[in-house]
């Protein structure tokens, strides 16, 4: 689901008001499920654990986004949409923290497969900073990375 919000991130033209709705349907069902693991995993560790503690603000954050009304116009929607695309990345990326798993930021597939991999610099969806990562090195020669 990772990839599948970065690519509508990176989309530069206005989706039709059905697609946007199974957008915001499936993104949404997506958050909801992923938030409740965070909270799961976070009350495990200690109660100073940062990265838990981070995630927890990231859950914060995306069941804000959850409760945001239906925006008027296509414009003002495929915002809205985009803000749970955000949140998806943030909380996948805050549950990979949280259980040590590395993905490929190409195919959002598991690092540890034996394949080998390379470092990968990208732009982070929720801004301009640069996020290193690792993607398959098989995933460098197919093309551009999604993210």
Do not use: Y
């Given at each position: 689901?990772?990839?599948?919000?970065?690519?509508?991130?990176?989309?530069?033209?206005?989706?039709?008001?059905?697609?946007?709705?199974l957008w915001a349907g499936d993104l949404g069902g997506f958050l909801e499920h992923l938030a409740s693991e965070i909270e799961q995993l976070a009350a495990t560790l200690p109660s100073d654990d940062v990265p838990a503690r981070v995630a927890l603000v990231?859950?914060?954050?995306?069941?804000?986004?959850?409760?945001?009304?239906?925006?008027?116009?296509?414009?003002?929607?495929?915002?809205?949409?985009?803000?749970?695309?955000?949140?998806?990345?943030?909380?996948?990326?805050h549950h990979d923290a949280l259980t040590g798993a590395r993905m490929c930021l190409a195919?959002?597939?598991p690092l540890d497969d034996g394949q080998p991999t390379m470092p990968y610099e990208h732009a982070s969806p929720s801004g301009?900073?640069?996020?290193?990562?690792?993607?398959?090195?098989?995933?460098?020669?197919?093309?551009?990375?999604?993210?």
């Open positions: 689901m990772r990839a599948a919000a970065a690519w509508f991130l990176d989309q530069r033209t206005l989706p039709r008001h059905e697609s946007l709705k990231g859950v914060g954050e995306a069941r804000r986004r959850l409760d945001e009304p239906e925006a008027a116009g296509l414009n003002g929607n495929t915002e809205r949409v985009k803000r749970l695309a955000r949140s998806v990345v943030a909380l996948c990326d195919c959002d597939k301009g900073t640069k996020v290193p990562g690792r993607i398959h090195t098989a995933c460098a020669s197919a093309g551009r990375p999604r993210r």
